[in-house]
Each structure stands twice: as C-alpha cells, then as structure tokens.
C-alpha cells in the first residue's frame, strides 16, 4: 500500500452557521516576516495547502481555512492567515470566532482575552465561555457613500463601500427579499452588482477590488435589528451575518449618525444566525492603533469605530488530511 503523506491536523468549527477549518499543524515552513509578508509567500509558494484545505474533496465551497502561525508580535498569542476557495482573506470575523474556540478546544488558550495577529493588523478576542466569543476588529470605516451602479437586470444599485476588514458594498435595500427560498436569486443579483462595480471602476482605498457584496432587509424576528445575505469573494453565501461585514455594517451606521458608541446591532444573517456588535472610536492619538487607517478621514470627520463582534462558534470535527501521493486530486479539485 503507498504511504500517505503526513496528515494535516485540523480542527473544524461553524460560527453561527459558517465553517472554519483550522489548520493546526502540518503546513508549510513560511519563514519570518509580518503575517502579510508570510500571506505573500503561502500565496506565492505553497497555494497547494489552500487548495487541499478547502477545495473538494477534502472542502467545499463556504469552508474558509485558517492557518495558524508563529505571530511576530509578542502582544499576540498566535498568527492566522485566512483563506477560501478562491483565494486569501485579510480578516474573517466568523473565522476568528472558530479558530478562539478551537485554540480553546485544543487547550493552547484559556478563557479570557487573548490577541491574534492577522495580516490586517492585531485582533482581541474574549472568550467568554467555550462556545461565546467577542471579537474586537480592525478599525472599520466607511469609505465612499450613496454610490450608484448600473447593474444588468437590476437596473440602478445605491450603496455604500466600507471597509471592516475586507471591502463590502452595502445595499441597504435588497434588490432580492432576502429569504432563503432566494439564495440562488439573491446570490445572482449579488454577482451582477460586483460586476457592475468593477465595470464602472467602484473599487475600495487604493484601487483594491470589492470583494463582498451586501445585501440587507428587515429582521424577521423581534431580536435583530437586520437581516443580511453576504456573497463572500468565491461565490458561496456566508451563513453567518459576516464579522467583517458587520463591523462595515457599524461603520456605516456610525457615520449615519444612527448608532453612537457602546449601542448595540443586532445583525441576523440569512439563515437565522446573529451577532451582537457594538463599537468604540478610534484612538487617533496612539498611532499604534490607526496603522493601515487613513488620517485623511479623520480630517473629514469620517468616524473610524473599532468594533466588537459576539458570536457562537461549535467544535464539528477534528482530524488528519491524508494526501496521498499517486493522487492526481492530492492538492483538491482546483477552481
Ligand atoms: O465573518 O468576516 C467574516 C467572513 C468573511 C467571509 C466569510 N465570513
């Protein structure tokens, strides 16, 4: 019988709906340097590891993969690099929700507050209880507002670009009810409008392309202050309400003027699944906590919020990826 390779430890976990596969151990060596010096190289050198993790047959299309790292930043208790089917992810909020309660499940982190690095910058999470976990992300803003796209079938989008840790155009008014008997048809509107953008030259700071589309209607329970379908880069639907896009979601507010600091929102995503997120303002006097952030928004007024994001995470799987090495699949069925 050939041998296998060594196996690739994982541990899976879903935040509120939404998979996250951790890859503890058995990726590649990926040197020193900043986690987004590190991201370059397992893009540029080892992309096999993304492919194997979360393509089929070992993945599926919603997993996103975390790798977890070495982190350079004594303050952090670990690095992680996001990925999904497409490609790398600077932050994912419902993935870091999974990776603190696996850390947790495995015994490498207490309950409490530790910080991780990722390659947009530190984040805090508390661990509340094994399964509760708050998230306190990267500073979030809003970038452009009220822009209008022509898009095919739908005719003219209005929406805002923020930034939460990835790019997202936000509509607040669904072109598609947003149902789960609408996923495909809400999922088809969600690809015409990320067309439309990259048509019309609607991209985030610096020219980056708009990678989440989202989509948002009335809550459809007493608890939630929203609802929301999100298309996340390689074209599945988050099943959460998306960490990164609520912490765009609470910039947007913020700077509407309708939700001050400390409030909370209530963000329920498509199918049922929420998250409690609140924010504070940005310290624009320690530099340390502005990196990355443009000074000219605060020029403009433009408020940049740090937000809090809390969700459940549960353990669903642990486990060795064997690759075999007469497997012409061996790294995944490549996109
Ligand atoms: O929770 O930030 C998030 C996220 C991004 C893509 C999928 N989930």
Redesign the pocket.
């Known amino acids: 019988m050939p041998t296998p390779t060594a196996g690739i430890h994982i541990v899976d976990s879903h935040t509120g709906g ?1 998979p996250t596969r951790l890859v503890v151990d058995g990726g590649p060596d990926l040197g020193s340097g900043s986690l987004a010096q590190r991201l370059i190289r397992l893009r540029e050198t080892a992309d096999d590891l993304r492919q194997t993790v979360v393509n089929e047959p070992r993945g599926w299309d919603a997993i ?1 993969g975390a790798l977890l790292c070495e982190s350079t930043d004594p303050h952090c208790a670990a690095g992680v690099i996001f990925f ?1 089917n497409t490609g790398y ?1 600077g ?5 870091a929700i999974g990776v603190a309660v696996s850390l947790h499940y495995l015994g490498r982190v207490p309950l409490g507050r530790v910080k991780l690095e990722t390659p947009v910058g530190p984040i805090e999470v508390t661990l509340q209880s094994a399964n509760e976990v708050t998230i306190e992300n990267v500073p979030s803003y809003r970038w452009r507002s009220d822009v209008t796209v022509n898009v095919e079938e739908l005719g003219p989008v209005t929406g805002d670009v923020a930034w939460g ?2 790019w997202f155009f936000l509509v607040q008014d669904s072109p598609v009810e947003v149902v789960r008997t609408n996923i495909a048809a809400l999922t088809d509107a969600a690809w015409r409008v990320r067309r439309a953008l990259a048509a019309e030259g609607v991209t985030g700071r610096g020219g980056i392309e708009i990678d ?1 589309i989202e989509f948002f209607a009335p809550a459809t329970t007493g608890v939630a202050n929203s609802r929301n379908f ?1 298309l ?1 880069p390689g074209g599945a639907y ?1 099943r ?1 309400p ?4 609520t912490s765009a979601k609470i910039a947007c507010l913020a700077a509407d003027g309708k939700l001050g600091p400390g409030e909370t929102w209530v963000q329920e995503s498509i199918i049922g699944s929420r998250f409690a997120a609140s924010y504070h303002l940005v310290d624009w006097t320690d530099p340390a906590s502005v990196i990355n952030v443009p000074t000219t928004l605060d020029e403009q007024g433009v408020p940049v919020v740090i937000p809090r994001i809390t969700g459940q995470a549960f353990i669903s799987g642990e486990g060795f990826l064997v690759q075999q090495p007469e497997d012409p699949f061996r790294c995944g069925v490549r996109c």
């Open positions: 939404e996103v999904n992810l932050m994912c909020g419902h993935g840790g990835n989440h999100v996340c988050d959460s998306c960490g990164t896009g």
